[in-house]
């Protein structure tokens, strides 16, 4: 299984971005998909969840600027980021769990790379 970010560059203060995080390889489904960030010095923070039906959840930080989706048919998950501040700067990475075989019902979850997003004027 593989897990790839996109989408991360840099941007204003008041910009855009769309992340993607993109899961592919041999697995049944994938269930809930959560987006964290990691600034230089700080620790990691969970920033928004999706769940396996579309539920979701946000960090208080991430409320009314930042949705995320996901396309079940592509297995991808999209993190919207608007009004950027240069508080949001940091690594975003997703972290996925998925269901490797349906007779099994083993969850497993993965880690992607990490996608870096920079918020300067």
């Known amino acids: 299984v593989q897990v790839v970010e996109s989408g991360g560059g840099s941007v204003r203060p008041g910009g855009s971005l769309r992340l993607s995080c993109a899961v592919s390889?041999?697995?049944?489904?994938?269930?809930?998909v959560e987006w964290y960030r990691q600034a230089p010095g700080s620790v990691r923070e969970l920033v928004a969840h999706?769940?396996?039906?579309?539920?979701?959840k946000y960090a208080d930080s991430a409320k009314g600027r930042f949705t995320i989706s996901r396309d079940n048919a592509k297995n991808t998950v999209y993190l919207q980021m608007n009004s950027l501040e240069p508080e949001d700067t940091a690594v975003y990475s997703c972290?996925?769990?998925?269901?490797?075989?349906?007779?099994?019902?083993?969850?497993?979850?993965?880690w992607g790379q990490g996608t870096q997003v920079t918020v300067s004027s």
């Open positions: 972290y996925v769990f998925i269901t490797t075989a349906a007779i099994s019902g083993v969850e497993v979850d993965y």
């Open positions: 390889g041999s697995f049944h489904s994938l269930n809930a």
């Open positions: 999706i769940g396996s039906f579309g539920s979701t």
